[in-house]
């Protein structure tokens, strides 16, 4: 019956600590969620704080106002998650209590057995006349022992069910406390949307001035597009010619091996041959999937990946095949993981880009105005690879980062540490 009351109570508490592990670990990955969020939108006032200077509201004005109210939204949406979280915590521990107090019940009760059982044997006679009673003397030290054992282990239970009953109390409680603390955050942060509302409708006015404009916007993103549409197959052009290098390598490599040519010709031109280093830093960049440190030290997604509508105009549509980054004047981009610098392109004084290989993955660095790398170096996660650009009639330095795996595009947002 012992090992019986032993195994139960070993089961229930592992039912009892399991989900609230497993809950504590979303509680701590909301919480960092939601200091990142912070993090982002005390950048993107710092941005506006710049941008504001200039008397008329420019494009990248309202793209920073977006990203700054959509980062609040998130930023309540992982509060509201964060109390879910404790309610569940809460829930979860009031009921262990009601299952400890029964169990407590139960063994005061047994406990209450032992002690009339202790107090009709409470004379040293009375405990040998108990154990002279057995039949045998297998049975008198049977007695003993249960006496003996019956005892410890009650003061153990007692001893053990207590101090866990303080713990689930202490848990909600401090769930509890949590729950007012987050209760209070969500409400700080829904009266500073309310006011990011405010300040977008005003914003709105100036964006109707734009929008008289928005003939000229349309071309001066046409333009842009062009301009990037031009870079990007430079770009192209530039990788295409390292696949074909690393492929022309690696034939001739299996051709000296095989002796035979045709033995080597079955690479295909989108598909880039490694070498074994160059496969092991292929992996290590896959495995940093998520964990990647930013271009830049500090900043915002001002344009995210892919095919969009301008924040300005439904009408204005706009293709990035990477992202935009605002970040601080006089900012320095930085290399996101250790890889070899293949080209550095130069369409303009105010946009030098950098491409450098991580084994067959290719990250892009451009609107540069200064590089400190050349072709063929080496570098380092975030080492510094050149000064950014800043357009000094908007006031916006913007940092344009991609990220392929060979002639694919891929997210960078997908790649970048959250």
């Known amino acids: 019956m012992r090992h019986g009351i032993i195994i139960g109570l070993s089961l229930f508490m592992v039912l009892l600590f399991a989900p609230g592990a497993y809950a504590q670990k979303s509680k701590e990955s909301l919480e960092k969620q939601i200091k990142t969020l912070q993090k982002d939108i005390e950048t993107a006032n710092k941005l506006l ?5 200039n008397k008329e509201v420019t494009l990248n004005q309202v793209s920073l106002m977006d990203q700054k109210i959509k980062k609040r939204q998130k930023l309540i949406n992982a509060c509201n998650e964060q109390i879910k979280v404790l309610d569940q915590n809460i829930n979860k521990g009031e009921s262990n209590i009601k299952n400890l107090n029964g169990e407590l019940k139960k063994l005061q009760g047994e406990y209450a057995k032992m002690v009339t059982f ?33 005892t410890e282990a009650r003061k153990t239970k007692m001893e053990q069910i207590s101090g866990l009953r303080k713990q689930v ?12 603390e987050q209760t209070l955050l969500l409400e700080e942060e829904r009266s500073q949307q309310d006011a990011l509302i405010k300040e977008k409708a005003e914003l709105n006015d100036q964006v109707a001035k734009l929008k008289k404009q928005e003939g000229n916007i349309q071309q001066s993103i046409k333009d842009k597009q062009a301009q990037a549409k031009k870079f990007q197959k430079e770009i192209d052009k530039i990788i295409a010619e390292e696949i074909r290098k690393a492929n022309e390598r690696a034939a001739k490599e299996a051709a000296k091996k095989a002796k035979d040519a045709k033995a080597a010709a079955n690479a295909k031109p989108d598909k880039m041959a490694l070498t074994p280093s160059e496969k092991v830093l292929s992996t290590t960049f896959t495995a940093n999937k998520g964990k990647l440190p930013w271009p830049v030290e500090r900043g915002v997604i001002s344009s995210s990946y892919g095919r969009h509508a301008s924040a300005v105009s439904s009408k204005v549509m706009v293709t990035n095949n990477g992202v935009d980054i605002a970040t601080t004047e006089n900012a320095r981009a930085r290399c996101v993981f250790e890889g070899v610098v293949v080209s550095v392109v130069r369409p303009s004084a105010s946009n030098i880009g950098v491409i450098i290989r991580h084994g067959d993955y290719f990250t892009v660095y451009s609107q540069l105005d200064e590089v ?3 072709r063929g170096d080496k570098v380092k996660t975030k080492q510094d ?26 997210n960078p947002a997908a790649w970048l540490a959250r």
């Open 385 to 410: 690879i050149g000064k950014i650009h800043t357009d000094k009639a908007e006031r916006k330095t913007e940092l344009h980062f991609e990220l392929r795996q060979g002639t694919e595009t891929l």
């Open 118 to 150: 202790a107090h009709k044997n409470r004379s040293h006679y009375d405990m040998l006349e108990f154990l002279f009673a057995s039949e045998d003397f297998n049975q008198a030290y049977r007695r003993m022992r249960y006496i003996q054992q019956f």
């Open 49 to 53: 704080k710049e941008t504001s200077k």
């Open 372 to 374: 400190f790398v050349s």
């Open 169 to 180: 109390t202490d848990e909600v409680e401090a769930n509890r406390k949590n729950r007012e």
